[in-house]
């Protein structure tokens, strides 16, 4: 049984990593999983971490991981909040409302590459 639920598990991780791969290919180098991010913050405006994870119906500490990586690759930023001291509120750099723009021109292609 162990040996099925491991096969299974890895099949799983296997298909996630190749629609990674099939969707940075079309959404302008970005992963679906960046994609989505980008593009609730584009919508949104700033968003405080807490607000990102409920909308997307996420993890708080996986949310707040992702959110790490973009800010590190220059597509958010980060702003303390004026009305909590223990919160940030997340915002598209203008480096993310370029790609923003990129995905939105992307998605209205139907997702293809250029």
């Known amino acids: 049984m ?3 639920t491991y096969a299974v ?3 799983i991780v296997r298909l996630y990593a190749d629609a990674q791969r099939q969707g940075a290919a079309c959404c302008s180098g970005t992963t679906r ?7 609730a913050i584009g919508w949104a ?5 807490v607000e990102l994870a409920h909308r997307l119906g996420l993890d708080k500490s ?3 991981r992702v959110v790490d990586g973009l800010v590190a ?7 303390p909040s004026p009305k909590d001291r223990r919160s940030v509120l997340i915002s ?13 021109h992307e998605q209205s292609r139907g997702g293809r590459g250029a």
């Open 45 to 49: 405006g700033e968003i405080t971490l």
């Open 92 to 104: 598209l750099s203008l480096q993310g409302h370029q790609r923003h723009a990129e995905l939105g």
């Open 33 to 39: 999983t960046q994609c989505l991010f980008i593009t």
């Open 2 to 4: 162990q040996t099925m």
């Open 73 to 79: 690759e220059g597509l958010l930023r980060k702003t």
């Open 9 to 11: 598990l890895r099949e």
């Open 62 to 64: 996986w949310t707040s």
